[in-house]
């Protein structure tokens, strides 16, 4: 299976239209026609329906499409790697990372790293535990920050010098907005904003025999789009301390739960996996970070 033609078949399925995507691709119509119909001579089975404007996937077609989104991107990730291996000033570093206002000591670290290796580039991948960890998982990224302790058959870790604090965020103007903090039983009954993941595992554990009082009203992986609707008066957005603006003047709140409740963070990678020159420098320059940070919170 060639990956010129997996690139052919994913500008296809992105734009839904053969002549766009031949445009796209700088080839010809029958070019990109012809390379579709040898991948699916190749896999035996149709991979798109045609009608009159445009084309649709089949559900062949969406499966390959998931796959191919992940060979591409680790053809591109070893190509970048193996280009990568002689610069003794840089490097490409793959990383995934949850949301958590603790990522500035990773930050950190780059930074320090790029003032010793100025052509360091570094690739962000952005999203939950379930997001980032499969990318690891297929070899996609190099290192992955979780906000729940790693299976150590699979994976070798470290913990971050600090742990994010859970509490509530809602407007400034809310009688709640008083108190000092917030227990469970506080907020029973409250239209309440949280990722699934937290919801399922560290709420539910937090809130012990309330958490069947508890309402769900709707689930973000993205705390900042939680918060403008709990601007908006709509509920009540539980997430970790610092990731929402509650200055003065925000309009927004934080208030901590009690008791109090906090999620370690780790920096994850794959166990036995042979690290790129970059990926090492950059593990040895974070343990050094979480090392010269831990327990002080000084970063």
Same mark, same amino acid.
Not at 45 to 56: E, P, Q, Y
Not at 225 to 234: C, E, I, P, R, Y
Not at 239 to 259: N, R
Not at 266 to 293: C, G, M, S
């Given at each position: 299976? /060639?990956?010129?033609?997996?690139?052919?078949?994913?500008?296809?399925?992105?734009?839904?239209?053969?002549?766009?995507?031949?445009?796209?691709?700088?080839?010809?119509?029958?070019?990109?026609?012809?390379?579709?119909?040898?991948?699916?001579? /190749?896999?035996?089975?149709?991979?798109?329906?045609?009608?009159?404007?445009?084309?649709?996937?089949?559900? /062949?077609?969406?499966?390959?499409?998931?796959?191919?989104?992940?060979?591409?991107?680790?053809?591109?990730? =070893?190509?970048?790697?193996?280009?990568?291996?002689?610069?003794?000033?840089?490097?490409?570093?793959?990383?995934?990372?949850? /949301?958590?206002?603790? =990522?500035? +000591?990773?930050?950190?670290?780059?930074?320090?790293?790029?003032?010793?290796?100025?052509?360091?580039?570094?690739? =962000?991948?952005?999203?939950?535990?379930?997001?980032?960890?499969?990318?690891?998982?297929?070899?996609?990224?190099?290192?992955?920050?979780?906000?729940?302790?790693?299976?150590?058959?699979?994976?070798?870790?470290?913990?971050?010098?600090?742990?994010?604090?859970?509490?509530?965020?809602?407007?400034?103007?809310?009688?709640?907005?008083?108190?000092?903090?917030?227990?469970?039983?506080?907020?029973?009954?409250?239209?309440?904003?949280?990722?699934?993941?937290?919801?399922?595992?560290? =709420?539910?554990?937090?809130?012990?025999?309330?958490?069947?009082?508890?309402?769900?009203?709707?689930?973000?992986?993205?705390? +900042?789009?939680?918060?403008?609707?709990?601007?908006?008066?709509?509920? +009540?957005?539980?997430?970790?301390?610092?990731?929402?603006?509650?200055?003065?003047?925000?309009?927004?709140?934080?208030?901590?739960?009690?008791?109090?409740?906090?999620?370690?963070?780790?920096?994850?990678?794959?166990? +036995?996996?042979?690290?790129?020159?970059?990926?090492?420098?950059?593990?040895?320059?974070?343990?050094?970070?979480?090392?010269?940070?831990?327990?002080?919170?000084?970063?």
């Amino acid at each position: 299976m /060639e990956l010129r033609n997996l690139k052919y078949f994913l500008a296809v399925a992105r734009e839904e239209n053969m002549t766009r995507a031949a445009e796209q691709l700088f080839v010809t119509q029958p070019t990109l026609s012809k390379a579709l119909k040898a991948l699916e001579d /190749e896999l035996g089975t149709k991979l798109f329906t045609r009608h009159s404007f445009s084309i649709r996937l089949t559900d /062949e077609g969406m499966l390959l499409r998931d796959r191919a989104e992940d060979l591409l991107s680790m053809a591109d990730k =070893i190509e970048k790697e193996f280009m990568s291996l002689d610069d003794i000033t840089g490097g490409e570093l793959f990383l995934g990372l949850a /949301e958590s206002c603790l =990522i500035r +000591y990773v930050a950190a670290s780059i930074r320090r790293l790029k003032e010793n290796y100025p052509n360091l580039k570094y690739h =962000i991948t952005s999203g939950d535990t379930e997001q980032v960890a499969d990318k690891l998982q297929k070899g996609l990224l190099d290192f992955v920050v979780l906000a729940e302790e790693p299976d150590p058959r699979k994976y070798d870790f470290i913990a971050f010098p600090e742990a994010d604090r859970w509490g509530l965020v809602f407007p400034e103007n809310d009688p709640l907005a008083a108190k000092k903090s917030l227990t469970a039983d506080e907020l029973s009954g409250l239209p309440l904003f949280c990722s699934g993941q937290a919801w399922d595992n560290e =709420i539910r554990s937090w809130a012990g025999n309330v958490f069947s009082s508890l309402l769900l009203e709707g689930s973000f992986r993205l705390s +900042y789009n939680g918060s403008v609707f709990a601007k908006a008066g709509l509920g +009540y957005l539980l997430t970790f301390d610092g990731l929402i603006d509650t200055s003065p003047g925000s309009g927004l709140v934080f208030v901590p739960l009690s008791p109090v409740l906090e999620t370690k963070l780790y920096l994850v990678w794959k166990k +036995y996996q042979p690290l790129t020159p970059i990926a090492d420098r950059f593990l040895k320059q974070t343990t050094r970070i979480f090392e010269e940070n831990r327990g002080s919170g000084r970063l």
